[in-house]
């Protein structure tokens, strides 16, 4: 009979899920783990510093920071050498066409068959519009689980990662079951915001996962490396096991398979492709004095861990949408990586995926995936999802038999595996070759020479391997600075360019109206000039004259006085000689 009624809502405080009050052991917690005071300080500077830039670049890019490829350059069960530095440096990455768009359509129209069949039994979110289905063994979702090219891109992505002490075997995938959505178009419910699966306040708690993030408690967040599993494999994920679908094992990514038409808009999976970055801000975060004591800012018990933006908000920012998305495409991001999910689904038709994360082989997940496989037998429900065995009595659901021989030695024909097949003991091995991983421990302690010797080759390898992806990333971050600053040269370049262009042909002609407008001032002055001298002559030859004039009236008024001083002794004079010189005419200066 079904359990409890219980779905992914449960898990989420943005689907409703009411977040639990901490008690004053989480403040203790706190105390006992928080870093000297100047080295958190010094560490966060750095790290806000870093997160400014790139928050600047995500708002830029896009969807074009999220890595992408096609399947068919994936090259035996490897990515090429510059996409894996890119993939490790963003997190995420879109593997196109690793089923073809008809199987994909093909899946979804059975699998809705599958559901319709089922009226009375079916459970998801929401309750009464299902779109995220309490759906585990369709048989379409157990053939895209087991398909070849999704066991050889699951091991592309696990080969991504390495082990310091062979905890995890990263050539031997495992099949973890999950849900399946079919979010239909103009939904306004399924608005997960943004979150970290992989536990929540367990990355404080548990000691083996803290070890997972050492350089980042130590303030040398630049050091810390999301690709190493060394302290993953026996890191306790789901310490209350609520079974709400908190994964208790080791993911290296999650994933799923697209089964329509998605994208920007269209109730698109959102990203923070800032992965080294965006863990160390959420794992020192709760230590600033600006927090409640006994809070871990969004990492609640049970629960995932939620973003808020009283506290993330340099993170949030950094979300951008994946690329658009075809039936047949995969998206895998990092088990730490930030996601969300557009509030609004914009689009005509529905957004469907399986979900299908890439999980490595290691002693734990192999005892998870022996459980599961009994959850098949029965159609029960898996171990880490809410137990409400609804599939139990579906019509058509899938069985063992789905899981043919043949289908597992195709699986394992697509693996290029470096361990010699075995029997296998149970389905979602992915491989015939999967065989108890306490015998693999035992093995590896001989003391045959052999062994120790592919051991000591295997660790050089895995040695090789890291500093060459640093030197990548070394190598990345140089030639990016440098693009950036040809970038800026060619900008310079171009604005020179046109100032030559536009400009200087204007500068050319003003130059010219300039020297005509002096050329004519010149020849203005000239003639200037040139009408002083004449009239310098002219008032020259005035002055003359008035001389002359002057010379002639003292003359006249002489002979007047003479004239007058004969005719004294006779004649009494009329006019006296003044009154002759007031008759003259005054003179001109």
Same mark, same amino acid.
């Given at each position: 009979m079904p359990g409890p009624?219980a779905?992914?809502?449960d898990l989420?405080?943005s689907?409703g899920?009411?977040?639990?009050?901490?008690g004053?052991?989480?403040?203790? #917690?706190?105390?006992?783990l928080r870093?000297?005071?100047?080295?958190?300080?010094?560490?966060f500077e750095?790290?806000r /510093?870093?997160?400014?830039?790139?928050?600047?670049?995500?708002?830029?890019?896009?969807s074009?920071?999220v890595?992408q490829?096609d399947? $068919?350059?994936l090259q035996?069960?490897r990515?090429?050498?510059?996409?894996? $530095?890119?993939?490790?440096?963003r997190?995420?990455? @879109?593997?196109?066409q690793v089923v073809?768009?008809?199987?994909a359509l093909?899946?979804?129209?059975a699998t809705?068959? !599958?559901i319709a069949?089922?009226?009375?039994?079916? /459970?998801?979110?929401?309750?009464?519009?299902p779109?995220?289905?309490?759906? !585990?063994? $369709?048989?379409?979702q157990?053939?895209?689980r087991?398909?070849?090219?999704?066991?050889a891109?699951?091991?592309?992505?696990n080969?991504?990662?390495h082990?310091?002490?062979?905890? +995890?075997?990263?050539d031997r995938p #495992?099949t973890?079951c999950?849900?399946l959505r079919?979010r239909?178009a103009g939904d306004?419910?399924f608005?997960?915001?943004?979150?970290?699966d992989?536990g929540s306040t367990?990355r404080w708690e548990d000691e083996?996962y803290r070890?997972?993030y050492?350089?980042?408690?130590?303030?040398d967040?630049?050091? !810390?490396?999301?690709?190493?599993a060394?302290?993953?494999a026996?890191a306790?994920y789901?310490?209350?096991?609520?079974?709400l679908?908190?994964c208790s094992i080791?993911?290296?990514f999650q994933g799923?398979?697209? /089964?329509?038409?998605?994208g920007?808009?269209?109730g698109a999976?959102?990203?923070?492709?800032?992965l080294?970055e965006?863990?160390?801000?959420l794992l020192?975060r709760?230590?600033l004095?600006?927090v409640?004591?006994s809070?871990?800012?969004?990492?609640n018990?049970?629960?995932?861990?939620d973003?808020?933006p009283?506290f993330?908000?340099e993170l949030i920012?950094?979300l951008v949408?994946?690329?658009?998305?075809?039936p047949?495409d995969t998206?895998w991001w990092?088990?730490?990586?930030?996601h969300? +999910?557009?509030g609004?689904?914009?689009?005509?038709e529905?957004a469907?995926?399986?979900?299908?994360?890439?999980?490595?082989?290691?002693?734990?997940n192999a005892?998870?995936?022996?459980?599961q496989a009994e959850?098949l037998?029965?159609?029960?429900?898996?171990?880490?999802f809410?137990?409400?065995?609804?599939e139990?009595?579906?019509?058509d659901r899938g069985v063992e038999e789905?899981?043919? $021989?043949?289908?597992?030695?195709e699986?394992?024909?697509?693996?290029e595996?470096?361990v010699a097949?075995?029997?296998a003991?149970g389905?979602?091995?992915?491989?015939?070759?999967?065989f108890?991983m306490?015998?693999i421990?035992?093995k590896?302690?001989?003391?045959?020479?052999?062994?120790?010797l592919d051991?000591t080759?295997?660790q050089l390898?895995?040695?090789?391997?890291?500093l060459r992806?640093?030197l990548d990333?070394?190598?990345?971050?140089?030639n990016?600075?440098i693009?950036?600053g040809n970038e800026?040269?060619?900008?310079l370049t171009?604005?020179?360019?046109d &100032?030559?262009e536009k400009?200087e042909?204007? &500068?050319?002609?003003?130059?010219q109206e300039a020297?005509?407008a002096?050329?004519?001032q010149r020849?203005k002055?000239?003639?200037?000039?040139k009408q002083?001298?004449?009239?310098?002559? @002219?008032?020259?030859?005035?002055q003359?004259e008035?001389?002359? &004039?002057?010379e002639?009236?003292?003359?006249?008024?002489v002979a007047?006085q003479?004239?007058?001083?004969?005719?004294?002794?006779?004649?009494?004079?009329s006019?006296?000689?003044a009154?002759v010189k007031?008759?003259?005419l005054?003179d001109p200066?």
């Amino acid at each position: 009979m079904p359990g409890p009624v219980a779905s992914i809502g449960d898990l989420f405080t943005s689907l409703g899920a009411a977040p639990p009050v901490l008690g004053e052991e989480y403040a203790k #917690l706190k105390d006992g783990l928080r870093p000297d005071p100047e080295i958190l300080r010094a560490a966060f500077e750095r790290l806000r /510093l870093r997160l400014r830039a790139l928050r600047l670049e995500m708002q830029a890019a896009q969807s074009a920071a999220v890595p992408q490829v096609d399947f $068919a350059e994936l090259q035996a069960g490897r990515f090429p050498e510059d996409l894996a $530095a890119q993939v490790r440096e963003r997190g995420c990455v @879109v593997v196109r066409q690793v089923v073809s768009a008809s199987e994909a359509l093909q899946a979804k129209a059975a699998t809705e068959q !599958y559901i319709a069949a089922n009226p009375d039994k079916m /459970l998801g979110f929401p309750k009464t519009a299902p779109m995220v289905w309490e759906v !585990y063994w $369709a048989k379409e979702q157990l053939k895209m689980r087991g398909h070849p090219n999704m066991l050889a891109t699951q091991t592309a992505l696990n080969r991504l990662w390495h082990c310091e002490n062979g905890a +995890v075997d990263v050539d031997r995938p #495992l099949t973890y079951c999950d849900r399946l959505r079919i979010r239909k178009a103009g939904d306004t419910s399924f608005t997960l915001g943004p979150h970290v699966d992989g536990g929540s306040t367990e990355r404080w708690e548990d000691e083996e996962y803290r070890k997972v993030y050492s350089h980042i408690w130590s303030g040398d967040w630049e050091s !810390y490396d999301a690709f190493d599993a060394t302290h993953r494999a026996a890191a306790r994920y789901d310490l209350y096991g609520k079974n709400l679908g908190a994964c208790s094992i080791f993911r290296s990514f999650q994933g799923w398979l697209s /089964l329509s038409h998605a994208g920007s808009g269209r109730g698109a999976l959102l990203l923070a492709p800032i992965l080294r970055e965006a863990t160390a801000f959420l794992l020192l975060r709760p230590f600033l004095e600006d927090v409640p004591a006994s809070s871990f800012c969004g990492a609640n018990p049970g629960k995932v861990q939620d973003l808020f933006p009283e506290f993330h908000q340099e993170l949030i920012d950094c979300l951008v949408p994946i690329p658009d998305v075809q039936p047949g495409d995969t998206v895998w991001w990092h088990c730490d990586l930030i996601h969300a +999910v557009e509030g609004t689904h914009g689009g005509t038709e529905d957004a469907a995926v399986f979900y299908i994360p890439a999980v490595p082989f290691s002693e734990k997940n192999a005892d998870y995936v022996r459980t599961q496989a009994e959850a098949l037998r029965l159609g029960r429900t898996p171990p880490d999802f809410p137990p409400n065995h609804c599939e139990v009595d579906c019509v058509d659901r899938g069985v063992e038999e789905d899981l043919s $021989a043949a289908g597992l030695q195709e699986r394992a024909g697509a693996c290029e595996g470096k361990v010699a097949p075995r029997k296998a003991i149970g389905p979602f091995t992915t491989t015939p070759c999967w065989f108890p991983m306490r015998s693999i421990y035992r093995k590896r302690s001989s003391e045959d020479p052999q062994s120790q010797l592919d051991k000591t080759q295997r660790q050089l390898e895995e040695e090789e391997t890291r500093l060459r992806v640093q030197l990548d990333n070394i190598t990345e971050e140089a030639n990016r600075r440098i693009e950036k600053g040809n970038e800026h040269i060619l900008k310079l370049t171009a604005q020179l360019k046109d &100032l030559q262009e536009k400009e200087e042909p204007e &500068l050319e002609q003003q130059r010219q109206e300039a020297l005509a407008a002096l050329q004519r001032q010149r020849q203005k002055a000239k003639e200037v000039q040139k009408q002083a001298e004449g009239t310098s002559a @002219v008032l020259r030859q005035l002055q003359d004259e008035v001389q002359l &004039l002057q010379e002639q009236k003292e003359a006249l008024v002489v002979a007047v006085q003479e004239i007058y001083s004969k005719q004294k002794a006779t004649v009494t004079p009329s006019t006296s000689i003044a009154e002759v010189k007031d008759r003259l005419l005054p003179d001109p200066l």
